[in-house]
């Protein structure tokens, strides 16, 4: 059964720093292509990354280039979203995805599963 496990959300006033994990399981991690979406109230889900299988290649979301950075350790089966430079507009509840095919397909949304998504409060 596959399993993904988001942790790290929380409140954080606007400008700051939050990092998110994501502890795989049930799955060939190393095989998987990673990324993160997030939902806000009222809104659709939308992508923020994605990472390669091997980590090697990373797309974002024009709205958190440069603020944002999605990295991954094959060996420990996570994958983490460093995110800086908070606005309240980031605020949402953020969901780990895994394809089993390409980063190209996470960022196309055909996704093979998701977490249960932690939430992500910036106030202003």
């Known amino acids: 059964q596959v399993q993904l496990a988001e942790s790290g959300g929380g409140l954080v006033q606007a400008g700051g720093s939050l990092r998110l994990s994501c502890a795989a399981s049930?799955?060939?991690?190393?095989?998987?292509?990673m990324g993160w979406f997030r939902q806000a109230p009222g809104k659709e889900r939308e992508f923020v990354a994605a990472i390669s299988r091997g980590g090697g290649s990373t797309y974002y979301a024009d709205s958190v280039k440069g603020r944002f950075t999605i990295s991954r350790d094959n060996a420990k089966n996570t994958v983490s979203l460093q995110m800086n430079s908070l606005k309240p507009e980031d605020t949402a509840v953020y969901y780990c995805a895994a394809s089993q095919r390409g980063w190209r397909e996470v960022v196309a949304v055909r996704v093979d599963y998701w977490g249960q998504g932690t939430q992500v409060t910036v106030s202003s």
């Open positions: 049930g799955l060939t991690f190393s095989s998987s292509s």
